[in-house]
């Protein structure tokens, strides 16, 4: 049975004693709300990521939300004001294109498809606006499950060298 991921995430340096001999903090994150994802760090982001899994394209219409300022003062306030533009994706019943709400509206299509992500080789899900949208042409969506229902995403610029996270994201299935 899948169980909400639980990842340890260097927390930087505490204290002058743990500071003199060069230990680090460690935190445990327990993953299994989207506002449990705008709580974290972009490093934790990029832990959870690392060690989300991929099963099989979801279908169906999956809420969304952007993670603004993640780990920071005010993300989850910042993350549901972000919503008001972007709210969600729906995957095709074929699972092999998708659409994201803009304002409610469903505007932008990709498709879809599972192969190696381009940050660590390993399978992710692959939204590509390549062949489907003229102003996204230059996007990529990585997304993984990182708890039951519960996807964890990122948008990378294919015109950059090296795979970024230039903004995250997070899905769950609308119930």
């Known amino acids: 049975m899948f169980q909400p991921l639980r990842v340890l995430a260097l927390c930087g340096l505490v204290g002058i004693f743990c500071s003199a001999i060069g230990l680090r903090a460690q935190e445990q994150v327990v993953i299994e709300r989207l506002d449990d994802l705008a709580r974290c760090t972009p490093s934790q982001l990029d832990a ?22 993640a780990g920071k003062r005010g993300a989850i306030l910042f993350s549901h004001g972000g919503r008001m533009a972007w709210s969600g994706k729906r995957i095709d019943a074929d699972g092999q294109g998708a659409v994201n709400y803009f304002f409610g509206v469903p505007s932008v299509r990709a498709n879809i498809r599972i192969e190696p992500s381009l940050r660590d080789g390993q399978p ?52």
Not at 48 to 69: H, Y
Not at 144 to 162: A, I, M
């Open 48 to 69: 959870l990521f690392l060690f989300g899994k991929v099963s099989a394209i979801p279908t169906g219409r999956m809420r969304g939300l952007p993670l603004v300022n």
């Open 124 to 175: 992710a899900i692959v939204l590509d606006y390549s062949q489907s949208s003229w102003v996204y042409r230059n996007v990529r969506d990585e997304i993984r499950e990182v708890s039951p229902g519960l996807f964890l995403g990122y948008v990378d610029d294919s015109r950059t060298s090296e795979p970024i996270a230039t903004r995250w994201f997070a899905l769950e299935f609308v119930k």
